[in-house]
Nanobody, 117 residues
Framework: QVQLVESGGGLVQSGGSLRLSCAAS????????MGWFRQAPDQERELVAR???????EYADSVKGRFAISRDYAGTTLWLQMHSLQPADTAVYYC???????????WGKGTLVTVSS
């Protein structure tokens, strides 16, 4: 019912910048939150940044001061601006939505970010 499509991943050198985008489509009803997760090979998927329903945001300690999350007023587009990228940031980045109304979560297919030393 809800589709999330990420874009903007790629290869960048250490210290570089990238901006990821997530476009949401389908039927979105009720209170929901959106954010970004990432997963490196053989690692657990971890939270990078997300918005709550009241507009507040939270970040993983490892990206504070380097990444910034933003969204449009309709709540159908989500961005992640990444600066000072490091090899440790290399991962597949996933857009995520949780619907409090439906008690369901949705994931995009992911976009790969590779940071070379």
């Amino acid at each position: 019912q809800v589709q999330l499509v990420e874009s903007g991943g790629g290869l960048v050198q250490s210290g570089g910048s990238l901006r990821l985008s997530c476009a949401a489509s389908g039927t979105i009803v009720g209170i929901h939150t959106m954010g970004w997760f990432r997963q490196a090979p053989d690692q657990e998927r971890e939270l990078v940044a997300r918005f709550s329903s009241d507009g507040s945001s939270e970040y993983a300690d490892s990206v504070k001061g380097r990444f910034a999350i933003s969204r449009d007023y309709a709540g159908t587009t989500l961005w992640l601006q990444m600066h000072s990228l490091q090899p440790a940031d290399t991962a597949v980045y996933y857009c995520h939505m949780y619907s409090w109304y439906r008690a369901m979560e949705y994931w995009g297919k992911g976009t790969l970010v590779t940071v070379s030393s």
